[in-house]
């Protein structure tokens, strides 16, 4: 039998870190799953409820928005409580949300029931970043952002394939999986560990620290300029980013466009969207360099962030017009079948194997964004800041994401007049990652802030321990 003073031995333990840092990545991947269901099932959802792929598009679009706005108010309360006990109030939220997406017989149920979802998913978003930050040193940071982004994107590939797959005959049971998942997680969760704020800051020396955020410290945080330029960045990035949610509908489109039926083209799209992600593993090395540059300057993690994203847009472009010609798949073959005549297919088909380089060259290009932002709103702000300035940085994020996505989808609407699928999803992919281009600048102006606002934070926190 255990005793009382073994288990509180274990808590705080290296292997209870790891436990929780292990539980903590699948939380964050799973939300993201969760989230990126329904953009990889459109066609099949629109022939079952009999709506409009448009429709269902405003609400994977509101979904998104939703999701951010919610994070804001989980990340101030974060900021003040409990979070170990706010992600799993969360999680079963958005477990609870699928379960009943997957019992919807409407449209409006359908929004209704993923509006649920969305609340619950925004708190996996800001109290996971606030928790996270506080797990690893400003040295490592961009490096182990690099592992909380990519179990996010992992998240967003697994539920896409998987959606794609199972949801091509049947669009509910994807749901059902992802409730039956999350809730497994939030319990498993129950055994996690919650980090002390500051706990991985070298200028606090070890000291406790018990600050929490407080009203009055809303205006300060807006007066930090590299915040105003972060947040303003990913906005417009986000225009971007959330454009990319119809990829899977496009390269779907590109299937059927070579003769194929709705159930195969889902099939094989959801394989073709998914294998054109497997490069964001490349957000490691640029979380690696991050830290690098940014120990030898201090403009280093913004500097990076900036060459990527500018270097991806002619990437993307190309992408997105490239056409699947003389593609030899197997209509009803099982997803392995399907999987080997693809990977066949890039070797063999210079279309597929353009496409594929493309994509692979946007996607490391890219993947220096994610993973130095995420350590440069961690290095510019206090740890009891963190969550509520994530919140409203992914609140942003989420209105750029979320109008990005809704109106690509206006957009392919509207060029069908003119251009037949999936040209007309083509087109509007490529208008949208023009927003680009002002998200490097925004981060040419970090470049020019950081440095000052990182000493403010470092001086803050070292008077700070010595006052305790």
């Not at 890039?346 to 996607?363: K, M, T």
């Amino acid at each position: 039998m255990t005793r009382p003073a073994d288990r509180t031995a274990l808590r705080g333990s290296k292997p209870h870190v790891i436990v929780t840092i292990v539980l903590f990545v699948i939380l964050a991947s799973l939300d993201n799953a969760a989230l990126l269901v329904l953009p990889n099932i459109l066609l099949s959802v629109s022939d079952d409820l009999g709506v409009a792929t448009g429709s269902l598009g405003w609400i994977t679009g509101t979904v998104l928005i939703l999701t951010a706005v919610s994070a804001v108010g989980w990340g101030y309360w974060g900021d003040r409580s409990n979070r170990k006990r706010l992600l799993i109030a969360g999680t079963l939220g958005w477990s609870l949300g699928c379960w009943l997406t997957a019992q919807a017989s409407s449209l409006q149920q359908l929004w209704a029931a993923q509006a649920f979802t969305a609340i619950g998913l925004g708190a996996i978003a800001s109290i996971g970043f606030s928790t996270i930050s506080d797990f690893v040193s400003p040295r490592r940071r961009g490096l182990a952002m690099s592992f909380w982004g990519l179990s996010q994107g992992a998240g967003g590939l697994f539920g896409g394939l998987y959606a794609s797959q199972v949801g091509a005959t049947d669009w509910r049971k994807p749901f059902s999986a992802m409730a039956l998942l999350g809730t497994v997680s939030a319990v498993a969760y129950l055994f996690a560990y919650e980090p002390s704020r500051g706990r991985s800051e070298p200028a606090l020396d070890g000291s406790d620290y018990e600050f929490i955020i407080q009203k009055e410290d809303l205006a300060s945080i807006a007066t930090i300029t590299s915040n105003r330029w972060l947040i303003g960045q990913g906005f417009t990035a986000q225009l971007a980013y959330g454009a990319l949610v119809w990829v899977p509908l496009l390269f779907q489109s590109k299937v059927r466009a070579e003769g194929f039926d709705i159930a195969t083209a889902t099939q094989v799209g959801g394989i073709f969207a998914a294998l054109f992600q497997v490069a964001a593993v490349s957000s490691i090395g640029a979380g690696y360099l991050g830290d690098r540059w940014q120990r030898k300057n201090p403009r280093g993690r913004a500097l990076l962030s900036m060459i990527g994203i500018l270097g991806a847009i002619p990437f993307f472009i190309g992408f997105f017009f490239v056409p699947l010609r003389n593609l030899n798949v197997t209509a009803g073959a099982s997803t392995t079948e399907n999987a080997v005549e693809i990977l066949t297919a890039l070797v063999q088909n210079p279309w597929v194997g353009a496409a594929f380089g493309l994509s692979l060259g946007a996607a490391v290009l890219t993947s220096a964004d994610s993973p130095n932002w995420f350590a440069l709103i961690a290095d510019v702000n206090l740890p009891e800041h963190r969550g509520t300035v994530f919140g409203a940085a992914n609140l942003a994020n989420g209105i750029g994401r979320g109008t990005g996505n809704a109106l690509t989808g206006m957009a392919a609407a509207s060029l069908l007049t003119w251009f037949a699928a999936p040209l007309n999803y083509a087109i509007g992919l490529a208008v949208f990652q023009l927003f680009f281009i002002p998200t490097g600048y925004a981060y040419w102006r970090v470049a020019d802030s950081v440095e000052g606002d990182i000493a403010t934070v470092t001086e803050t926190l070292r008077a700070r321990s010595t006052t305790q």
